[in-house]
């Protein structure tokens, strides 16, 4: 039976590094409550002239070095993003054209901070299905665009960055087991952004309500947060007749440290099989996920045939897991 395998890993995060001693001389916020209530040290913000799809070149070309494909034998882009270059073209078209990868189907996906499951499991059909046989899947964001600098209770959570993944399929046992995808959305006013679409097109007045910025109730998101993604992960492990014992390394959505360590003792699954970058990046929504899962390569924390789960959770709200075979 063919599977979707990961052949390649890449990230690319902005230089510009902003910490939470910067951020007190912008906000009426401390490093110390920043550090405990969300284990995030720092964040990076892209540069002026950077948009999404400079961030996401960079993460797909390391990605295309690691797999050893070229962009030209590339089939399909698939790229989640809640912050595109603009409206449209779509941010994959720009890419695609970037990396020259002409003979490549692109378009974008918009799931907020589960972008990067979403992209993999549309992935994951089309090369079990034989249709398509290198698939390039990437989440970028540059949130720093979105977010309300005068706002202590989302600013200080943010970050940029994209992470990139190659994938192909597999006749053995390795790559994804299973992809699981949920969404909700009766719950969309918990985290999202009210202007600059169809419903509140930019005007002056509504960028004088910062309508263009995230707005999230953060207490509530952060209750839901845990409870969904202890359920998925129940929901993948059981699926697949396996215990949480089985998981050789947890890569959660990096959104609080908080979360990540409640759903971590809720599995009964020690910190050391789970892998953490958010003291350095903060959120950044759909790269999350794939800069993890490529730092976590790169720091050698995974081993052939080791098994992972990934998860994330976020904006619509939308929360997905994928158990993968490596
Ligand atoms: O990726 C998408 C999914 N996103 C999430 O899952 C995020 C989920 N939510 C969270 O991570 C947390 O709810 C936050 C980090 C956003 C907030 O932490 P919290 O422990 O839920 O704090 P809170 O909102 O209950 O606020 C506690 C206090 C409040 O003051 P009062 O009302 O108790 O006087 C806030 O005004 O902390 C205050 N506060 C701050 N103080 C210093 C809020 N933000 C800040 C800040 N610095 N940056």
Redesign the pocket.
């Known amino acids: 039976m063919r599977k979707t395998r990961i052949i390649g890993t890449g990230s690319y995060v902005p230089k510009m590094v902003l910490t939470n001693f910067d ?1 007190e001389n912008m ?4 490093d110390e ?2 550090i405990e ?2 284990g995030i040290r720092e964040r990076r913000i892209a540069g002026k002239d950077e948009a999404s799809s400079d961030l996401a070149y960079e993460a797909s070309l390391r990605a295309l070095k690691a797999s050893g494909v070229k962009a030209k034998d590339i089939d399909l882009i698939i790229l989640a993003t809640t912050t595109p270059d603009m409206a449209f073209p779509s941010t994959a078209c720009i890419l695609q054209d970037r990396l020259n990868a002409r003979k490549a189907v692109a378009f974008d996906i918009s799931a ?2 589960s972008g990067f499951i979403y992209a993999l499991s549309i992935a994951d059909q089309f090369i079990k299905e034989g249709t398509y046989k290198f698939v390039l899947v990437v989440g970028s964001e540059v949130l720093s665009r979105i977010t309300d600098w005068s706002d ?6 943010f970050g940029d960055g994209a992470g990139a993944a190659v994938l192909q399929s597999s006749t053995n046992r390795h790559g994804i087991i299973s992809i699981h995808l949920h969404s909700d959305g009766a719950l969309k006013d918990l ?1 999202f952004i009210p202007g600059g679409g169809s419903r509140n097109p930019a005007s002056k007045k509504t960028i004088e309500k910062g309508l263009h910025y995230i707005k ?1 109730k ?5 209750k ?2 845990v409870r969904n993604l202890e359920e998925a992960a129940l929901e993948a492990t059981k699926s697949n007749n396996i215990n949480a014992s089985d998981i050789d390394l947890f890569i959660p ?1 990096q ?2 440290l ?2 990540i360590q409640a759903i971590a003792k809720r599995l009964d699954l020690s910190m050391d099989k789970v892998f953490v970058n958010i003291d350095r990046y903060g ?1 950044t ?1 759909a790269a ?1 996920i794939p800069i993890a899962l490529d730092e976590a390569v790169s720091e050698g924390r995974l081993k052939e045939g080791d098994l992972i789960l990934m998860e ?4 619509g709200l939308t929360w997905a897991s994928a158990l993968v075979r490596w």
């Open positions: 951020l906000v009426d916020t401390s409550w920043i209530r969300t907020a901070c202590r209770t989302t600013c200080v959570l985290l999230m953060g207490n509530e998101t952060f839901i947060a959505h959104a609080n908080r979360i959120n929504s999350s994330a959770f976020g904006g």
